[in-house]
T-cell receptor
Framework: QQQVKQSPQSLIVQKGGISIINCAYENTAFDYFPWYQQFPGKGPALLIAIRPDVSEKKEGRFTISFNKSAKQFSLHIMDSQPGDSATYFCAASPHDYKLSFGAGTTVTVRA | ETGVTQSPTHLIKTRGQQVTLRCSSQSGHNTVSWYQQALGQGPQFIFQYYREEENGRGNFPPRFSGLQFPNYSSELNVNALELDDSALYLC????????????????FGPGTRLTVL
């Protein structure tokens, strides 16, 4: 049973464009929502994370938007670059950091 | 500060065999979690160790077992391998679950690619 649902499965964006990935969850015990970036043959690397007491967090070109009432959160990648081409995973966990991951979104940035 | 390391990088086994995968935590981290990532899917939580004790387990059978050592390195053991065990096995470390050492960040290693034939 997938506890975190992620969409789309893949997306293609032009260089300089905006990539948007959406996730939804059901478990109200979740209180930590990280996004990970993974390149082929590598482990996931933490990009940015948010807790439900804030609705938005921005770090550089990456922004998380969080809607607690809808139990949804999203990642926006602004000014997408070819180096951003990777698979992105949303995840969620309760306070004990046992992460439940989404199925992943493969992002391709066209030059 | 050294990162999370895992060994071996790749491994090929046959059905029914046993395998041991190893993980060295990032310096100062006392919590290790193991995940299984099948091809094209997100990682699935296997179990977590905190200060050498198992601290929760995902939906994996008992033939998946683990250990954490006093230096906080860890092992994942899988007995009676099945074809579906073919996956990338990831470990992630963090610096604690509570108190002053608690951190939100889990650092993942590069993984061990296990192929079961």
């Amino acid at each position: 049973q997938q506890q975190v649902k992620q969409s789309p499965q893949s997306l293609i964006v032009q260089k300089g464009g905006i990539s948007i990935i959406n996730c939804a969850y059901e478990n109200t015990a979740f209180d930590y929502f990280p996004w990970y970036q993974q390149f082929p043959g590598k482990g996931p690397a933490l990009l940015i994370a948010i807790r439900p007491d804030v609705s938005e967090k921005k770090e550089g070109r990456f922004t998380i938007s969080f809607n607690k009432s809808a139990k949804q959160f999203s990642l926006h990648i602004m000014d997408s670059q070819p180096g951003d081409s990777a698979t992105y995973f949303c995840a969620a966990s309760p306070h004990d950091y046992k992460l439940s991951f989404g199925a992943g979104t493969t992002v391709t940035v066209r030059a | 500060e050294t990162g999370v390391t895992q060994s071996p990088t790749h491994l090929i086994k046959t059905r029914g065999q046993q395998v041991t995968l190893r993980c060295s935590s990032q310096s100062g981290h006392n919590t290790v979690s193991w995940y299984q990532q099948a091809l094209g899917q997100g990682p699935q939580f296997i179990f977590q160790y905190y200060r050498e004790e198992e601290n929760g387990r995902g939906n994996f059978p008992p033939r998946f077992s683990g250990l954490q050592f006093p230096n906080y390195s860890s092992e994942l053991n899988v007995n009676a391998l099945e074809l579906d065990d073919s996956a990338l096995y990831l470990c992630a470390s963090s610096s604690g679950l509570a108190g002053a050492t608690r951190t939100d960040t889990q650092y993942f290693g590069p993984g061990t690619r296990l192929t079961v034939l």
